[in-house]
Structure formats: C-alpha cells, structure tokens
C-alpha cells in the first residue's frame, strides 16, 4: 500500500507540473516572449494581428459598424422593453444593458459609424483623422486584441504563471510599487502585449478576490501601456523610429519612476485597500524559511490544480467578449470621432491648450501653440500626440510627443472605457 501511495503521489506530482507547465508556457509564448524578425522585434500576439488584417481586412470595416449598431439597437430595446434578463439570460444581459450616458454614447457611435460606412452627414465628423480613423482603424485594432485577451490570457492567470512569478517578485514589487507579486505578470503583459489586456486581466484579479480596490486601480492605471508592436507603429508616425532604443528606454523609465509615485498620492491612495467582499488587505509574505523557488513552485501548483475547467473558461470568455464588444464599440467610436473635432477642427482646442503654450514659449519651443494641444487631448485619445507630433520639425518635441502618447496611460476612447466597464 505505501508503495502504490507513493507512485500515485509521483503520477499525480507529474500531472500538476505539466497542467501548469504546459499552458503558462503557451500563454507566455503568445503574449510576452518577444520574437526577432527581419523588421525588428514583435510578439506571436502580432503576428496574429497582421494575419487577421490580411486576410479578413476586406470584412472588418462591416463588422465594426455592425457591432456598433446591434449594441445600440440592444441597449434601446433593453432600456424601453426593460426585458427580465438579468437572471435568464445573464450574457445578454450583460450586452445589453446600459445606463443612460452609456446608451448616449452607444446611439451617438452608431450613427458616426453610418456615416462614415455611407459618405453622409456632416463632412467634420468623416475625415481622416475624425471618424474614418476611429472606424476603420482603432475599432479594428480594438477588437482584435480582444479575442486573445478574453480567450487566451487563462493561459497566463488560471495555471500557476501569475503565482510563480508574482510569488518570485513580491518583495520587490511590494516595496516599490505598493503591491502584490501577481501584478508583475499583468504589468508584463501590458507592456510587451497590450494595454487593454492588462486592465482586463485586473478586472478579472479583482473581481475573483485577488487584488484589493487600491492594488487594482493602481495596477490599471499605472501599467496599461500599450504594446512594444504598437510602440513601434508611434515611434514611426512620429517621426522617432530612428531612434527607437532611446525614445522606448526613457519612455519605459518614466512610466516605472511614475508607478512608484502615484500610488503614494492621492487619490489612488486614499482608495479603500480591501476586496471586493468587503475584506481588508492580507498580507502575502511568505514565511522566510522557506526556499523562495519552493515557495513558487508550490503556489504554482496549488492554482493549476485548481483552475476553473475548459468549459467555464469559454463560458467566462465568451461572456466578457460579448459584454466588451457590443458595450465598448460605439462609446469608443463616439468619443474618439468628437474628440478629434474638437482637437483638430475648431478653435477649443487652441484656447483651454493656451497656458500649456505659453509654457512651452518659456523653453524656446517654436510654433507652440500648434503643438500644446499634443499634451492636452492625449487624455482623452492616444493617437493624438502622436498626430500632431508627425506634422512638427523639432526632433526634441516629436520624442517627448511620441512618449506621451506611450506613457498617457488612461486615455477614453479605449483603456479609460475599459476600465470603466470592467470596474
């Protein structure tokens, strides 16, 4: 009998280890390990990225006008009708229902989309770099990202990668940043990967007990920058691609020197540090005799053993796929089109952006008042410094244009929505 235990003990220590082996490894090939090509470097992630660009290119602008009219058609029809869905159809529930300023953005993004598909109504809100950039090219990239993120980013949360990494780091990522080793993995993600599956993976740490309402604000808004595929399409419409080392090394220095500010300052640290049952903060240090590899290995193996099965995780996935795409679609297309009217179309841009101009006049920055609006409606779309910085001469103000537009982490037409419907 000892002996059968003992094998048994064996064959069931060699399934753990492959149950966590096998699928983190797969999920950091996908999204984290970076692969050198002719080009430069690039993840598999983006390879899947260009492929579905090419290949099914011809069908994306439909679809994203599609989505964006049945999520709004949905959010009337819930909102008049008031169906009793919560409880017998919790997915469509969760597509459908919408308060009134998500059901404004949802209509408003909607008809944008129309417009710009059939070449009517006013002309402003279906220019280039209005409504045809939003449609035809953020909303694309969007959704595509967020297939991976909501299918195969289990790969990297439920089989141990984030326990033995975020068990390995924790000292230091506890004393540096204020919080708990398994954000390491979610900062990785997001800044080899991208940022929208970063806040989606915090949604998710948050919403099963993992991180605290402060860690999981903190992780959101101080992590989710965008990929080094994306980083590398700024820095050549910016005008920086020469110099790409430099510009993505200070980029990525300022973003860590600010991680380890803002979490100090209000208001991020006045946020309730428990979970979201109401439970205060728990301390994760390990007992100090224990080996660390140990340590990380157990862990590792206690969170494969006990993640969720195939057909939940699909279920889960499916479930927040839908929600994100039909609840985001038009907001992020209505916010992004209006936003870049007002930057680039009318004269608000050029005086709230006035006392920014008149501080860069103060450090010899010629033509200022064309560039101060580049620092102010990045907050509100990513893409914008990183326009303004390709229509510019100064080398010096095209690389701190460009890092804006990596390090202005929170910007609403995509990461601020996103956290928003996640939180």
């Not at 996908?30 to 598999?44: A, E, K, N, Q, S």
């Not at 998710?204 to 590398?232: C, D, I, M």
């Not at 979201?276 to 390990?286: L, R, T």
């Amino acid at each position: 009998m000892a002996n059968t235990g003992k094998a048994g003990d064996k064959r069931i220590g060699a399934e753990a280890l492959l149950r966590f082996l096998l699928p983190s490894i797969a999920g950091l090939l996908i999204f984290l390990v970076p692969l050198p090509l002719d080009d430069g470097l690039t993840v598999l992630f983006s390879l899947y990225s260009d492929w579905v660009n090419l290949h099914l290119g011809f069908v994306l602008v439909e679809a994203m006008v599609g989505i964006a009219i049945i999520g709004a058609l949905l959010a009337v029809f819930h909102t008049i009708v008031k169906p009793q869905w919560r409880d017998t159809r919790p997915m469509l529930y969760a597509v459908a229902a919408a308060e009134p300023a998500w059901l404004a953005l949802r209509i408003i993004g909607a008809v944008i989309a129309l417009m710009v598909y059939f070449e009517v109504g006013p002309e402003v809100l279906r220019l280039e770099d209005t409504g045809i950039i939003l449609v035809e090219e953020l909303a694309i990239a969007f959704s595509i990202v967020l297939i991976p993120a909501c299918f195969l980013m289990p790969l990297l949360t439920e089989f141990g990668a984030m326990d033995f990494f975020g068990t390995l780091v924790a000292p230091a990522f506890r004393r540096l940043f204020r919080l708990p080793g398994r954000a390491a993995v979610d900062a990785t993600a997001s800044f080899i990967s991208a940022s929208t599956i970063g806040i989606l993976v915090t949604g998710q740490q948050y919403k099963r007990g993992f991180y605290t309402g402060r860690e999981a604000v903190t992780v959101a808004t101080n992590f989710s920058v965008v990929s080094l595929p994306f980083a590398l399409v700024i820095a050549n419409v910016s005008g920086v691609g020469d110099y790409f080392i430099e510009w993505y090394l200070c980029s990525v220095v300022a973003c860590i020197f600010c991680a380890a500010i803002v979490p100090r300052l209000p208001p991020v640290s006045r946020i309730a540090d428990c979970y979201i049952d109401g439970s205060p903060s728990q301390s994760v240090d390990e007992e100090p005799g224990d080996p660390l590899l140990r340590r990380c290995l157990d862990n590792a193996l206690s969170a494969a053993a006990n993640a969720p099965s195939v057909g939940a995780m699909l279920r889960s996935a499916t479930h927040m796929l839908l929600e994100q795409l039909f609840g985001l679609m038009g907001p992020l297309i209505a916010l992004g089109t209006l936003t870049a009217v007002i930057a680039f179309h009318s004269p608000i841009a050029a005086w709230i952006s006035m006392p920014i101009a008149w501080m860069l006049t103060l450090f010899d920055v010629t033509d200022a008042a064309r560039i101060a609006p580049g620092f102010l409606f990045g907050f509100m779309d990513q893409y914008i410094p990183t326009i303004v910085a390709s229509e510019i001469s100064s080398d010096r103000m095209r690389f701190i244009l460009a890092g804006l537009s990596l390090c202005q982490l929170i910007y609403m037409t995509e990461t601020g929505l996103v956290v928003l419907r996640v939180g």
